[in-house]
């Protein structure tokens, strides 16, 4: 168990539907990240928050939008899906130190189908 | 903007041998932090090992052990006495430094490892 924890692991839905993915950061941790992994390829960065406020948008699209909570949590929306949204999604968290590495959750799978 | 270019898709090796993942970097900083990322079978992203590029001592981690050459934006992995659990997907990344609260990893697009018994 990372301490980073993401629900749920895998979710199955139909095209133009709307789903909500979220992410619990390991304890004591203020950020959080929002990565893209489609089949077989790299991680693309979507999205950073940082104690609640948004501090880095990498390739997100404008169908999908994230925030997070006071309680730290972030939750990643994803709507109007698409085929080519099926992807493995993850979460990461970091305290924000110089050279902390981060850490994963275990991801979410999306299939649209 | 950085890049991160892994040019071995695939590679393979014997159980106990020894093998090396190639990975470079395109960044106009001074200052960063290069990883290294294992992806098994079962997505989970776990570090391997991590370098800051201001030190010049190649970072280590048991059998795992890096490369680093900054002049020439090289950043290889070298596996030794390979084993069967480190069948996997590795990732080199990398993270600029001096940028506080924004401090996304750029990935390569990775490296698959075979372990062959």
């Known amino acids: 168990d990372s301490g980073v924890t993401q629900t749920p692991k895998h979710l199955i839905t139909a095209t133009g539907q709307r789903v909500t993915l979220r992410c619990s950061p390991r304890?004591?941790?203020?950020?959080v990240y929002w990565y893209q992994q489609s089949l077989d390829q790299g991680l693309q960065f979507l999205i950073q928050?940082?104690?609640?406020?948004e501090r880095a948008k990498g390739n997100i699209l404008e169908r999908f939008s994230a925030q997070q909570f006071p309680d730290l949590h972030s939750e990643l929306n994803l709507s109007s899906l698409e085929l080519g949204d099926s992807a493995l999604y993850f979460c990461?968290?970091?305290?924000?130190?110089w050279g902390a590495g981060y850490t994963f959750g275990s991801g979410t799978r999306l299939t649209v189908v | 903007a950085q890049t991160v270019t892994q040019s071995q898709p695939e590679m393979s090796v014997q159980e106990a041998e020894t093998v090396t993942l190639s990975c470079t970097y395109d960044?106009?900083?001074?200052?960063?932090?290069l990883f290294w990322y294992k992806q098994p079978p079962s997505r989970q992203m776990i570090l391997v090992i991590r370098q800051e590029a201001y030190k010049q001592q190649n970072a280590t981690e048991n059998r795992f052990s890096v490369n680093f050459q900054k002049a020439a934006k090289s950043f290889s992995l070298k596996i030794s006495d390979s084993q069967l659990g480190d069948a996997a997907m590795y990732f080199c990344a990398y993270r600029r430094s001096l940028d506080f609260g924004n401090e996304k990893l750029t990935f390569g697009t990775g490296t698959r490892l075979t372990i062959i018994p």
């Open positions: 990461a968290s970091s305290a924000a130190l």
């Open positions: 928050y940082y104690n609640g406020e």
């Open positions: 304890s004591g941790d203020l950020s």
């Open positions: 960044t106009s900083e001074s200052d960063y932090y």
